[in-house]
């Protein structure tokens, strides 16, 4: 399973029909891009927020004499789903000469905020350390590390220290 510590956002021309297995949106078959699309949306926690109810507009993004399909999309994280507060497939824009219709969405991430914690970086100038000081500092920070670790961890059901030195 895909990890990140941030949410994304990827609108654009992705050439990928995900027909009606997209969403209340969707039509007409998935094709070979659409199948791997989804596949891709699946693995990094990703929605198509054009193939929901909340997408209001015309349901193709493409379009060209003899037909129409819809291979744009726009992905974003699942944790931003109930940010969304407009998505909209523009079909009268006076600048747009593609053959693509602009999708447009609007997110209220006013109460989002992801800051990164901060990072402590202890700086030592080793060279001028006895050993045992280098021992001391290095102890100390390896230990530090174990207890956040520890602390993360899940309760052991091998509570007994004896069993513990037995498997090793």
Request: charged share 25%.
């Amino acid at each position: 399973m895909y990890s990140h510590d941030s949410d994304i956002v990827l609108i654009g021309d992705f050439n990928a029909h995900l027909g009606a297995l997209g969403g209340v949106r969707g039509w007409a078959k998935t094709t070979k891009h659409g199948n791997l699309l989804m596949k891709f949306m699946a693995r990094c926690s990703l929605a198509a927020v054009d193939m929901t109810e909340c997408c209001s507009g015309p349901k193709y993004t493409f379009y060209r004499e003899g037909g129409e399909s819809q291979i744009d999309h726009c992905l974003l994280s699942s944790s931003l789903e109930d940010y969304v507060k407009e998505c909209n497939i523009k079909s009268d824009q006076l600048c747009n000469y593609s053959d693509h219709l602009p999708i447009y969405i609007r997110l209220d991430v006013a109460g989002v905020s992801k800051k990164p914690e901060p990072i402590s970086v202890s700086k030592y100038a080793w060279h001028k350390l006895t050993e045992q000081q280098i021992g001391e500092c290095y102890t100390a920070q390896i230990d530090r590390k174990l207890e956040s670790i520890n602390r993360e961890l899940p309760p052991s059901p091998i509570t007994d220290p004896n069993l513990i030195d037995g498997i090793f």
